[in-house]
C-alpha cells in the first residue's frame, strides 16, 4: 500500500511501516555481513538465516536492530574485530514467537548485554543524560500487572489506537528515571535505533487511563520514527535551535514537529476516549 500522511491512526498503514522497517534491516544486513564476512574471510551463516527469515517476514526484537546499528557503527569506526564480536551475538538472536505484544521490566529481560544495549541506544542526546533504570522487587510485577490492565482498557475503547500500537510495537519495557543522574523525571521514550520498542515510566501512570495516554504518546513517536524512512520530517538543520510553546529550552524543528503531532494524537486519543465513556452510560 501508499503510505499515507493521514493524522489518523491506521492499522493497516502501521503494518506497512513495521514491514518496511523489517525488510530495509534485512536488505541493509545483508550488504553488512557480505561486506564484512569478506574481510574476516568466513561466512556468517547465522546472519544469512537473520536476513531470509526477516525477509519471510518473521520478526525479531528490538535488540536485532539495536545490534545492527552497533555494528555498522563498529565497521565505520574501521573496528572489524568489535564489529565480529557483535555479528556472533546478532547470530542468536530469536525470531518473537506468534503476535503477542512482550511486557516486560528492563530487569525482566533475561539478556544483560540487551539490558545496557537499551540503556545505551536510549542515552544518545551528548547534552542531557537519560539514564534509565528497571523498577525493583515487587513493584516490577505490579507494573506490568498495571499496564496490562491500561492496554486491555485501550482495546475495549479505542481499539483503532490499539492496532496500531500493537502493529508498531512489539516490546513495551517499563523502566523507572534515574532523577538524580538526569536532574529531571520523564514519562517514557523510543528511538529510531530500538525499532518496535517502547519505554514507559510507569511509576508516573497510576491508572488505566494515564496509561491509555502514555501509550498515544509515546505510540505515536514510534509513528513518525517509521515515516522517516525514504527522508526526513522536516528539513532544517539540527543545530538550528528553534523556541516552541511546550518547553522552555529552544529545540531542533525535528523535535518541535514529534512534540506538535503527538500532543494532537494524545489529545484525539482523550477524546476518543471520553466520548465512549459517555455513550456506553447513556445507553
Do not use: C
Not at 511501516?17 to 556468517?44: F, P, T
Not at 522487587?137 to 492496532?163: M, N, W, Y
Not at 524543528?253 to 456506553?280: C, E, N, P, Q
Amino acid at each position: 500500500m501508499t503510505i499515507h500522511f493521514s493524522f489518523l491512526p491506521d492499522p493497516i498503514r502501521a503494518r506497512a511501516i513495521d514491514s518496511r522497517m523489517r525488510q530495509g534491516l534485512a536488505d541493509s544486513l545483508n550488504y553488512v555481513s557480505g561486506e564484512l564476512g569478506k574481510q574476516v574471510g568466513k561466512s556468517l551463516d547465522g546472519v544469512d538465516e537473520l536476513v531470509a527469515a526477516t525477509s519471510r517476514g518473521a520478526v525479531y526484537p528490538p535488540s536485532t536492530f539495536g545490534l545492527y546499528y552497533e555494528i555498522v557503527s563498529a565497521v565505520m569506526e574501521d573496528g572489524h574485530q568489535a564489529a565480529e564480536t557483535l555479528i556472533n551475538e546478532l547470530q542468536s538472536e530469536r525470531k518473537l514467537d506468534g503476535n503477542e505484544l512482550n511486557v516486560t521490566t528492563l530487569g525482566g529481560i533475561e539478556s544483560i548485554s540487551v539490558q545496557k544495549r537499551y540503556q545505551r541506544l536510549m542515552d544518545t542526546d551528548p547534552n542531557t543524560p537519560f539514564t534509565i533504570l528497571s523498577p525493583a522487587g515487587e513493584e516490577a510485577d505490579d507494573l506490568v500487572s498495571q499496564f496490562k490492565s491500561g492496554h486491555r482498557r485501550l482495546r475495549e475503547t479505542i481499539p483503532v489506537l490499539a492496532d496500531e500500537f500493537e502493529s508498531l510495537v512489539k516490546e513495551v519495557v517499563l523502566v523507572v528515571g534515574d532523577v538524580e543522574s538526569n536532574g529531571y523525571d520523564f514519562a517514557g521514550g523510543s528511538s529510531y535505533m530500538l525499532w518496535g520498542a517502547l519505554f514507559i515510566n510507569a511509576e508516573r501512570h497510576k491508572s488505566d487511563v494515564a496509561l491509555i495516554e502514555a501509550i498515544a504518546h509515546e505510540s505515536a513517536h514510534s509513528f513518525l520514527f517509521g515515516m522517516t524512512y525514504d527522508e526526513p520530517l522536516v528539513l532544517n538543520a539540527d543545530d538550528e535551535l528553534l523556541q516552541s510553546p511546550l518547553r522552555d529550552d529552544p529545540r531542533p524543528m525535528d523535535g518541535i514537529y514529534h512534540a506538535t503531532f503527538v500532543l494532537a494524537r494524545m489529545h484525539w486519543a482523550m477524546s476518543a476516549y471520553s466520548g465512549r465513556r459517555r455513550h456506553k452510560r447513556s445507553r
